[in-house]
């Protein structure tokens, strides 16, 4: 179209020149001893504008001709940026498509094109880490921060993840804080965070980012309740030298979180142990009464040191709403053995193989015989308990 353009003011021109000649009589006369040009005027100034034409060529080529070595440069210049970037994007593919030593060569050459060299540098950083070339990703991560400071916040958070990778924790705690330091609390970087102080086992950090977290929903409900509960059940363990202290931690406890199954168990068992016994019972009868919790409901019938008249009172009025459990009448069994109420603790390990034939049931059985001086049943349910498969 723009070819045909052009022809059409090529013709137009020529069309409106011998237009204008055959009214115009005008000429130009050049003298030069002993020559003498005469020329019509029309052609004059067409002669005189394909002159123009030539000698603008002539000096355009001479120019081109001076400049082709800064064009070659600028030249060789585009190819060079040219092959950088499509070097950092296969570097980026290939890491993604799980290719690291590509990724790395890659990533290598996109840094020395100049492209985006610090983007480069950080990609190289990663698959080297995924290569376990340890000192290589730490030139990288160098190279990174020399390359200026663009990519502040991607550096340091691909510092915090190789370093959790490597579980030092401490490490990425200590690079993520700096950075939650300086600039806003992304919920990536907080998530990376509440991994360094989980490694770093910081449950008091721990359990407040978990919170953090599970009010902007960027956590999801099954792992918000694991890091809670370990955190509390770590929290109640380092208490277990000083009962008041963990008495007054565990009152403290919102009822939910006392509910929780982990937790009280880990409060029960470290009360108990520190001669707590009231206290244990309290905690696991509180935590039973908000969520029936067959774990809770073996310790409450194992950890027993005293007070199992009161347990098994307790316990049998659970019987009613809840009949059939194996694991409820187990631990009736284990708490009238404790009480040397030998009948009543036969019969409810009796029932609680009726319902379960478990192995816990049988060794609980075959102890009991023992007591009772009969070999040959206690030998039986050893042998059933052997046999058990769980």
């Known amino acids: 179209m723009k070819a045909l353009f052009w022809l059409l003011v090529v013709f137009a021109c020529a069309v409106s020149l011998a237009i204008i000649g055959r009214g115009n009589d005008g000429y130009a006369l050049f003298v030069y001893?002993?020559?003498?040009?005469?020329?019509?005027?029309?052609?004059?100034?067409?002669?005189?504008?394909?002159?123009?034409?030539v000698v603008y060529a002539l000096a355009r080529l001479l120019h081109h001709t001076f400049e082709l070595p800064v064009h070659v440069r600028s030249y060789r210049e585009r190819v060079r940026a040219a092959k950088a970037?499509?070097?950092?994007?296969?570097?980026?593919?290939?890491y993604l498509e799980g290719r690291f030593a590509r990724a790395e060569s890659d990533a290598k050459q996109a840094f020395e094109g100049g492209e985006s060299r610090s983007l480069a540098a950080l990609l190289a950083a990663r698959?080297?880490?995924?290569?376990?070339?340890?000192?290589?990703?730490?030139?990288?991560?160098?190279?990174?921060?020399?390359?200026?400071?663009?990519?502040?916040?991607a550096r340091l958070v691909t510092r915090a993840e190789l370093l959790l990778e490597d579980r030092d924790y401490v490490g990425a705690r200590a690079v993520l804080r700096d950075l939650h330091?300086?600039?806003?609390?992304?919920?990536?970087?907080?998530?990376?965070?509440?991994?360094?102080?989980?490694?770093?086992?910081?449950?008091?950090?721990?359990?407040?980012?978990?919170?953090?977290?599970?009010?902007?929903?960027?956590?999801s409900p099954a792992l918000q309740d694991e890091y809670k509960s370990q955190s509390l059940a770590e929290l109640l363990a380092g208490l277990a030298h000083d009962?008041?202290?963990?008495?007054?931690?565990?009152?403290?406890?919102?009822?939910?979180?006392?509910?929780?199954?982990?937790?009280?168990?880990?409060?029960?068992?470290?009360?108990?142990?520190?001669?707590?016994?009231?206290?244990?019972?309290?905690?696991?009868?509180?935590?039973l009464?908000?969520?029936?919790?067959?774990?809770?409901?073996?310790?409450?019938?194992?950890?027993?040191?005293?007070?199992?008249?009161?347990?098994?009172?307790?316990?049998?009025?659970?019987?009613?709403?809840?009949?059939?459990?194996a694991r409820l009448l187990l631990a009736l069994g284990r708490l009238c053995v404790r009480a040397e109420l030998w009948g009543k603790a036969q019969n409810y390990l009796d029932a609680s193989l009726s319902f379960d034939p478990s192995r816990e049931s049988h060794l609980a059985l075959a102890r009991l015989?023992?007591?009772?001086?009969?070999?040959?049943?206690?030998?039986?349910?050893?042998?059933?308990?052997?046999?058990a498969k769980s």
């Open 85 to 94: 970037r499509d070097a950092l994007l296969g570097s980026a593919q290939a």
């Open 181 to 219: 330091g300086s600039g806003p609390k992304h919920i990536a970087t907080l998530r990376l965070l509440l991994r360094a102080e989980f490694g770093a086992r910081n449950w008091e950090e721990v359990l407040r980012l978990t919170g953090i977290l599970a009010k902007r929903d960027a956590i």
């Open 289 to 325: 009464a908000q969520e029936w919790s067959p774990a809770l409901v073996d310790l409450y019938g194992a950890n027993a040191t005293e007070d199992m008249r009161q347990r098994i009172e307790k316990a049998e009025r659970w019987l009613p709403e809840h009949p059939g459990d």
């Open 243 to 287: 009962p008041a202290a963990l008495e007054a931690r565990w009152r403290k406890l919102p009822a939910r979180d006392q509910a929780i199954p982990r937790v009280a168990a880990a409060a029960a068992l470290h009360a108990a142990a520190a001669g707590r016994a009231a206290l244990a019972r309290d905690i696991l009868e509180r935590a």
């Open 33 to 53: 001893p002993p020559w003498r040009v005469e020329l019509s005027l029309i052609f004059f100034f067409v002669l005189f504008a394909a002159s123009f034409g």
């Open 127 to 153: 698959a080297a880490h995924q290569l376990r070339a340890r000192e290589r990703r730490d030139r990288w991560l160098e190279r990174s921060a020399e390359s200026g400071d663009p990519l502040h916040v």
């Open 369 to 387: 015989f023992e007591r009772l001086e009969k070999p040959q049943d206690a030998n039986r349910h050893y042998r059933m308990a052997a046999e």
